[in-house]
């Protein structure tokens, strides 16, 4: 079973940038199409944003402000955020983009403060 443990959540001011970690293993990176989610308060889990090939897919409102990128060799898949706002707050996860999905990994949260 692939263990997914995600890291660089933090709070941060309206206008801030973080940059999330996800720490898969290199042949899932390797193989497989990643994506990051947002469970947002009082919301289900969503896919903002996948590694497919080609260009990657970013979710409408995240478009231009968030960047996906993969370190296949250290099986190590990122979320960089820029611009961030308070509507970008919740809990980020990683998984596979589309189903059957591993068991999720614990998250890390983003709180954006305005």
């Known amino acids: 079973q692939v263990q997914l443990v995600e890291s660089g959540g933090g709070s941060v001011p309206a206008g801030g940038s973080l940059r999330l970690s996800c720490v898969a293993h290199?042949?899932?990176?390797?193989?497989?199409?990643m994506g990051w989610f947002r469970q947002s308060p009082g919301k289900q889990r969503e896919l903002i944003a996948m590694?497919?090939?080609?260009?990657?897919y970013l979710r409408d409102d995240v478009k231009g402000r968030f960047r996906m990128s993969a370190n296949r060799e250290l099986g190590i898949v990122y979320l960089e955020m820029d611009e961030l706002k308070p509507e970008d707050t919740g809990r980020y996860y990683c998984?596979?983009?589309?189903?059957?999905?591993?068991?999720w990994g614990q998250g890390t949260q983003v709180t954006v403060f305005s």
């Open positions: 998984n596979t983009a589309t189903a059957p999905h591993f068991h």
């Open positions: 290199s042949l899932v990176v390797d193989m497989v199409t």
């Open positions: 590694n497919q090939t080609g260009t990657p």
